[in-house]
């Protein structure tokens, strides 16, 4: 222990010693489940990056072929505009639509997931898992098995984001739902209203604001989604993308991710500006 | 009092009107436009139910060896790409945040950069890259590193913002320096949320690799995309359950970890 | 006695257009205690920001012992920052870390830019840091974060690291305002008999004219942006206090957050 250790310790008595014999300056173990865990996350990492086996100089060789490629992408090129802005609306419609269908869907199946509605819990936890599995599977993953149930076209889209977004809202929703306090519901039981009553009188009010942000949060989400559906082989914006950059039309491929990005970079703004002024 | 009460109602009366008249027109504008009719779907192609039912099943698995290969490939893609995002993010928001920012003139240029980047969904980072470099899972890997970057970049800038301005001025007035600010006050603060953010994107990149991998990333995602387009979809099921099997368990290990770790 | 401090003529205009200091001077001697009294938006806050540079003039001079902080920039500005300590309305501590680490970051700006990073405080420091936790009673407490005290002992803590910076002058940005009667004098005792002891000149902004009166050498009535008076305790008239705050005195709480004190 070295002597400033010693005279620090008969002023205050409290102090720790390390082994080292110096003055602790915090508590043994005060970071320790962080700093496991950070030592942890960097040998997974690093045994990750191993293991990808990735030829970086390859790469890092051709990293100038980027440069080049975004200024062949910006030289925007209005060719087959219609084209491209069809794609877009068909994009866009995609968005709106499955968002629309998921919520109301979301709306009915999250009141079947909720406890405080359906009084049997076997219904509400078989629900819930049902939604976790759902939402488990990457939304192109259901774009694509809709595309190999129904064929091309915006449907196999719709229903392919729609299935992620309705299990994506069920769960939400019945989270709001089993919020609203049970006495609220009693007391209108007693009143003798049925449940179709209760749920539209009480429940569904109580839990509109959070419906609300729970959608314009989707509305992204499902926006980005529907933005590449096509690099999967269903329409819109994303398969103009793809099949430009394919056939070389560089300038036509950089209008429309420039379209995607401005589009989404406004929703962003818009949210962000409703969340300001009324949360 | 209640004439002032009807006012308000009034107006959002207003407001909820104009919300479900510009919701009905979008609604009814998108159905004509794409000619979506789900009813017709469910009810009159019987196709639909046939697949469902009858190709999907029983899921089998062929190759399985090679299947789970590919599901540790996406994994290791998600984690890496995270972590190389994170350790990117965290450097640059140290220099987006306006609190803490050295050239305070740089945190816009940072914030701008990260907004657009993040803007551009992923897969479409992926087909520019793709066409720049080839195909292969390393540039996959590049791909999910740019728009993980971008969001992790946000995050953190929010996070710094919003705990440590109090904490930072304190450390300024004793004479510190820049990153003296950075190692003792902002990541003994922050840590806790940068670690949260860290695994939420761990949880996002394992979905966003196995797409990344159908478009020719590698992993399962291309595996799958090779069995659908090869009409073997008792085996796409199988993979299909798979991965949502992994997604699972990855989830219930990050909220194990956000338990136990973080609070 | 020495003059650590002297204000030349400095203006503070914010980019928004509000003057919030106009041709302010004064000089502050060692061992000063001096409380600036002013109704809010008057522009305490700022002219005591000013003074560490944490916000920039308009123009004018700052001295600190003989330096112009205003013409200072990184290294010689963090320099001189050692020199003046800060204690703020909200602490403004880290609260994950520990108490004495919180104490300890005081010394930053005397350690090598690595040492500091690392967190390695030579034994001195901490030996020095563990006497100032004696002195204000948080012995118990040392390894405890900052986060699980209550609002008198954090206020305790950010004390000591000012203390621990050696410095000249110590600014106290309203250091009672978020603190119930009791603990603030407790709080301005302990700032003015660390100030007393160590010859360490004290600039405080205050919103209670009575804990003014009590503690202050000298008193500095501030008014949109301009001094309107500068003198002893006993030089502040109830005409004066009306000039300041602009109002009558009917209208003031003058007295009774510490009668008993």
Redesign the interface.
Known sequence: M?E??I??QT??P???ICKKG??????EG?NRAINIFLIGTIVISTFSLMMLDIDWMKILSRTPNIGITFYKLSQLSFKNFDYTIISFLQTISITILATIYSVVIGIVLGALASENIVKNRFVTITMKSFFTFLRAVPTPVWVLLALVCIGLGPSAGIIGLSVHAIAFFAKAFSQSFECVPSEVIEALEVTGANKLQIFAAAILPAAASQIVAWTGLRFEINFSESAILGMVGAGGIGFAITTNIQGYNYGVAGLAILMVFIFAYLIELLFTTIKKKYI | MKHKRSIINKKEKKVYTYFLVVVAVLFIGSTIFSKYNPFEILLEQGEFWRFLTVDFFPPTLQNSLNIFESILITIEMAIGATFISGILALFFAMFGSEYISPVPKLSKVIRAIATFLRNIPALVWAFILFSALGIGTGVGFVALVISTFAFMTRAFIEVIDDISH??I?????????F??R????VI??C??DFLAWFLYCIEVNIRASTIVGMVGGGGVGLVLFSYLKSFKYQTAAGIILIIAATIILVDLLTGYLRKKVLL | MNTVLDIKNITKKYSNGVQALSDVSFCINEGEFVVIIGPSGSGKSTLLRSI?K?IEISSGNIYIDGEDISKKRSKS??????K???I?Q?????????V??NV????????S?IK????R?T??D??KA??L??EIDL??Y??N?AADLSGGQKQRV?IA?AIM?QPKILLCDEPIASLDPSTSKIIMDLIYNMARSRNIACIVNLHQINVALKYATRIIGLSKGKIVFDGKPDQLDNATIEKIYNTSMQNLIISGELNEA
Not at chain 1, 22 to 27: D, E, L, N, Q, S
Not at chain 3, 104 to 111: A, C, D, N, T, V
């Open positions: 070295s400033i250790a005279i620090a002023i205050m409290q102090i720790h110096k003055i602790r300056t915090y508590k005060q | 109090d904490a001025e304190g450390l300024s007035v004793v004479g510190s320096t990153w003296q950075v190692f003792q006050g003994p603060s840590m806790q | 560490n944490l500005l963090r320099l001189l920052r050692r003046i300590g800060m703020f909200h602490y403004n501590l880290i609260y994950r870390l520990s004495i680490q300890m970051y005081g010394r930053l700006g005397y350690m830019n500091g990073v690392l967190g405080y034994e001195e901490k030996l563990i006497e936790l004696k012995g118990d040392i390894y974060r950010g690291r910076q």
